[in-house]
Each structure stands twice: as structure tokens, then as C-alpha cells.
């Protein structure tokens, strides 16, 4: 049943011209063979950054405050049977142009970063350690991370970065 209620979402979401998170999640492994908790933390700057700067979502999924940092469930469902493993890297990637170029970008900031240095630095900024209010880090939550907070502090990260 829930192969089912993935392929409706998927074709839900790219009937109403939306990217998809396992899109994006492909667009990142075409740049290299990666793990899960780094292609986790890649989708969610990703998703970040373009709510930001676009004043829109990428995809609909929503991550929440896991122990290792912004996860989304749908894409942890597809990726968990690699485990601690390396995701193979994709031939291609099914995002091109614009968008391919903005994850391109993505990928520039963050992809020098394993997955672990990747999980200390959401672990120090605000839409995490907000999502898991007085939870602490090594206790499971599935908090949503809340969009609002998101677009407030990345606003706040990127007028620092202008002033500096």
C-alpha cells in the first residue's frame, strides 16, 4: 500500500509542475555517489535556500528534527536499505536547466562536507534546534521543521554574508 500512496504523491506532484525531493535527491547523487544523511542534509539546503530566495518550496515533503539533523521521511523510506552505505552515483540527472544550476550552486556550498560535518552544522542553526525545542539531540523527534523559520533565518544567514 505504501508503494501505492508514493507513486500518487509523485504523480501528484509532477502534474501540478512541482519538483519532486527524489528529483532533486537524483540531481545531487548525479554529482557524486554520496550517503543518505549527506543527501539528506543536501535536500533540505536545497529546499531551504530556494524557499528563501524563491519565496517558494521546491517540493512539498516537509523535514523534520531527527537525531542526525533535517530528514524527510519519504526520502529516508527510499534510500534507508543503503544504510550507512554510499548511494551509488546516477548516470544523470532528471533536473535540467535553471534548476539544475541552482543545485549545481547547492552543491558547490555544501558538497565539500561529509554527512557528519553536514549534521553538526544544521545541529547549530535555528529551524533544528527550534523544531526540537527542549528534546535533547539524542532523543528521536519527528518535529516539523517549520517553513517559517526556515525563510527567517536563512534571511538572516544571507544579510550577514552581504554585510561581511
Known sequence: ????????????????????????????????????????????????????????????????????????????????????????????????GELMEFIQEVYDSYGHLDGDELEFLTHKEDPWMEARGSIPEYVPCNNRIKDEVIKDYYLKELENGQIE
Open 1 to 96: 500500500m505504501a508503494k501505492i500512496f508514493d507513486f500518487i504523491s509523485k504523480k501528484a506532484e509532477r502534474e501540478m509542475g512541482k519538483t519532486t525531493i527524489f528529483e532533486v535527491a537524483k540531481a545531487f547523487l548525479s554529482l557524486e555517489a554520496m550517503t543518505h544523511k549527506k543527501l539528506q542534509k543536501l535536500c533540505y539546503y536545497a529546499y531551504s535556500w530556494h524557499l528563501t530566495l524563491q519565496g517558494e518550496r521546491l517540493f512539498r515533503n516537509n523535514f523534520e528534527a531527527w537525531i542526525h539533523g533535517p530528514v524527510d521521511p519519504g526520502l529516508y523510506s527510499e534510500y534507508k536499505h543503503f544504510g550507512w552505505q554510499t548511494i551509488p552515483q546516477e548516470d544523470q540527472s532528471p533536473i535540467e
